[in-house]
């Protein structure tokens, strides 16, 4: 018998019953979008769970990121990684800048700090990092150039909710940080995205910019689109919230199954969690190199079996067609060789121990 396709990743749901309930109340106060109590609600109770002062939401997580550009009025020039999901160098791009790529780090995939600097020119005005699957950035050292150089930082955190790095929750490092909500995240509010940063003034320009510029009923100071997260997302996300805790625990059991079985071995890279950082678990990239099956092959012996994986991050976004002939494109060559030997194999929830096992068993034959 064929058994089940097992993809990259799996939503999680909260209880029907559970769901059904938290949204019962909306038949009767009929308020469905344009932030209200369940929108605040959640707000007060994502700040508290991601440990930040300020919180803004919008109705996806690639959306706020070219509103956070937008608001902090950055021009020019922003340092970024190629190594990553299209959403990043696309937030920048379509704000009418020029994304600058800077390699990554062997180990941990995210940006290599000792490279930032040189990419540095009269124009740049940004750093725009990527906690990438889940692991943390040198936080620090990116604060000390931003501050030498007095650029802006705002952190891709759609891979790291509910993470911390020596024990402060990550969104408060750098000016602004966004988590993605996605269905397909640790945490999700279906589609949806939350924009932190500890500086309130950012929240009127913000609610400005996701409601079409608009500033009560008569006046509309900016120029603005619409992105606004709806009361049944709010909902959503409010009922996942309970949950977040045994969905990391989850997630923890399965990636420590992997990387008893793939550990070691020969050929394969795996990321292994830091004694600095509480995890969440996010995703399982694995680097085939010098292994007897590469990537590709890899692959293509999992998808017989119904099992599929993904290539994330492949290819670069510098390598997308669209900028080909607009900016000029660094090189990078560590980002180059991950992404052409990177596996991310599936991982969430639901995802069983025999199943993990089953996924080494064909990696490993
Ligand atoms: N920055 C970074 C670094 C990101 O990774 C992302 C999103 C963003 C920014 C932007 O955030 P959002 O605007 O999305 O909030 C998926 C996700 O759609 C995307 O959110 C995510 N990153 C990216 C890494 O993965 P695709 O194009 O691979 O999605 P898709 O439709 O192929 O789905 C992948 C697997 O997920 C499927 O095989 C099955 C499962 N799935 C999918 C959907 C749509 C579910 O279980 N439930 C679902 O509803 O982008």
Not at 98 to 118: A, G, L, N
Not at 194 to 205: A, E, H, I, N, R
Not at 260 to 277: M, T
């Amino acid at each position: 018998m064929e058994k089940k396709p097992i993809m990259v990743v799996r939503s999680s749901m909260p209880p029907y019953e559970e769901f059904i309930e938290e949204i019962k109340d909306l038949w009767e106060s009929r308020h469905l979008t344009h932030q209200g109590p369940k929108y605040h609600l959640l707000a007060e109770k994502l700040k508290e769970y991601l440990g930040v002062k300020e919180i803004s939401m919008f109705a996806n997580g690639h959306l706020a990121l070219e509103l956070a550009i937008e608001a902090m009025g950055l021009t020019g020039e922003v340092i970024t990684t190629p190594y990553t999901f299209a959403s990043t160098t696309q937030a920048i791009v379509r704000n009418g800048l020029t994304p600058v790529f800077c390699d990554i780090r062997e180990d941990d995939y995210t940006m290599d700090v000792s490279k930032i600097e040189s990419l540095i020119t009269d124009k740049t005005s940004a750093i725009m990092p990527v906690h990438v699957y889940g692991n943390v950035c040198d936080v620090y050292a990116i604060e000390k150039i931003a501050k030498k150089h007095n650029l802006k930082v705002i952190y891709d955190a759609a891979h790291v909710f509910g993470v911390e790095v020596d024990g402060i929750p990550v969104g408060n490092f750098g000016d602004m940080t966004m988590f993605s909500f996605h269905a397909t995240k640790v945490y999700h509010t279906v589609e949806g995205g939350g924009l932190v940063f500890s500086d309130p003034k950012y929240q009127t320009k913000l609610a400005q910019l996701r409601q079409f510029g608009m500033q009560g009923q008569e006046s509309v100071p900016i120029v603005g689109t619409n992105a606004k997260m709806t009361e049944m997302h709010a909902a959503m996300g409010l009922c996942n919230l309970r949950h977040i805790d045994e969905e990391i625990a989850k997630r923890k059991k399965a990636a420590e199954r992997y990387l008893q079985r793939l550990g070691g071995v020969k050929g394969i890279q795996l990321c292994y969690p830091k004694d600095n950082v509480k995890g969440n678990y996010a995703y399982f990239p694995v680097v085939f190199d010098g292994y007897k099956y590469n990537r590709d092959e890899v692959s293509d012996l999992l998808a017989k079996e119904n099992i599929f994986a993904r290539k994330y991050f492949y290819p670069l976004t510098s390598d997308f067609e669209a900028y080909q002939g607009k900016f000029p494109i660094q090189e990078t060559p560590i980002a180059r060789r991950i992404a052409n030997s990177v596996l991310t194999l599936p991982l969430y929830a639901d995802l069983t121990v025999e199943e993990v096992d089953r996924i080494c068993d064909i990696i490993l034959q």
